[in-house]
């Protein structure tokens, strides 16, 4: 089996501050994932990377860069975090097929101050 | 364009009684459907999945999902709840067309006793 790890569980910020979060994994997947989970609103799909170095948008990127250097490690970053701005983010890596199971990390609990 | 709907953000019923939780899907192509669960502080967990066969898919703890083509559904279904069932439920479409998985905003089961 393998674990996903996301740092920090918690992040507190500031309004427009820039903020990084990581995510590790040892699955040794192809494809990481990086969704934010607001209350009501399911997941919503911020970025992905299908391999190294790869770098695709999803539903909700504006606001948002990543860096996928490794393949073991995905990053995100807040360019300017929102005043009064609360969510989960969650990572997740699969192989790269239609059908392939996500496995999630537990996710950073992010409130702007 | 893809979407999933999950018409019932809440959903409560008694320890013992069966359940159908909802879930609608907008794909003209042949889709591959899932539900994932997430328990309270704990990380994402996939259920069950379709893509092809037989249209009824069974899943861990006896949950279970029957593909509709006709009526665009992907509903599941459990016997008999326990408390320990109380999570929220997510339907999740995959497109053939993108690489990556659409999520529905969720289902919170709550089981009484």
């Known amino acids: 089996g393998g674990i996903i790890t996301q740092t920090p569980k918690f992040l507190i910020g500031q309004e427009g501050q820039k903020l990084t979060l990581k995510c590790q994994q040892n699955f040794n997947h192809d494809t990481m994932y990086w969704y934010r989970q607001d209350s009501g609103k399911g997941l919503r799909l911020i970025y992905y990377?299908?391999?190294?170095?790869?770098?695709q948008k999803g539903d909700l990127s504006e606001g948002y860069d990543a860096s996928r250097e490794k393949k073991s490690s995905f990053s995100l970053t807040v360019t300017s975090a929102q005043k009064n701005e609360m969510a989960v983010f969650l990572c997740a890596s699969s192989i790269m097929d239609r059908d392939a199971e996500q496995f999630f990390g537990p996710g950073t609990r992010l409130t702007v101050l | 364009a893809q979407s999933v709907t999950q018409p019932d953000a809440r959903v409560t019923v008694s320890e013992g009684a069966s359940l159908q939780l909802r879930c609608k899907y907008s794909y003209s192509g042949t889709p591959y459907l899932f539900w994932y669960v997430q328990y309270p502080r704990q990380g994402l967990q996939l259920l069950l999945k379709y893509y092809s066969g037989d249209p009824v898919v069974q899943g861990v703890n006896g949950f279970e999902a029957e593909f509709s083509k006709s009526n665009s559904s992907f509903h599941l279904r459990k016997a008999s709840v326990h408390w320990s069932d109380s999570a929220v439920y997510f339907c999740?479409?995959?497109?053939?067309?993108?690489?990556?998985?659409?999520f529905g905003t969720g289902t919170k089961l709550q089981v009484v006793p």
């Open positions: 999740v479409l995959s497109a053939n067309s993108g690489t990556y998985q659409r």
């Open positions: 990377s299908i391999t190294e170095n790869d770098l």
